[in-house]
């Protein structure tokens, strides 16, 4: 909890106890959390808490790179994870939406330099995989 604090302090931003409640609720719940999942979480504390606030301090905390946002494509909305690791993406399931870490980055620094046209700085990239999982690929 302690690096949360520091980072949100470091850039500027009050820890409210609205923060804390939903960086504990992505701590506390499965590893990938809908923002309505979030929600539901933290208004066992703060019945009143709308998921209009959860998706900005979500914003927050994705801009901060304390939290990583998956964008799925399902209808519940995309996930979002603690970022207990470094940089890296994701694969996403089409058919039941299933996310999986990867545990690297396949965009290489030169890729990067060729994207960036006509003197523009490339400060970060997310990129998700989106296909069939093994169990949705079985058929029968
Ligand atoms: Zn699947
Ligand atoms: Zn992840
Ligand atoms: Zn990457």
Redesign the pocket.
Known sequence: MEKWIAALRSQGYKVTPQRRVVIEALKQGDKFATAQQVLEAVRQRFPEMSLDTVYRNLSLLVELGLV?E?RTKGRDGNFF?IAV?GH?H?TVCLQCGKAE?LDFCPIHEQDLARAEVGGFKITAHSLEFYGYCADCRKVG
Do not use: S
């Open positions: 990583h998956v994870e690791t890296h994701h870490c």
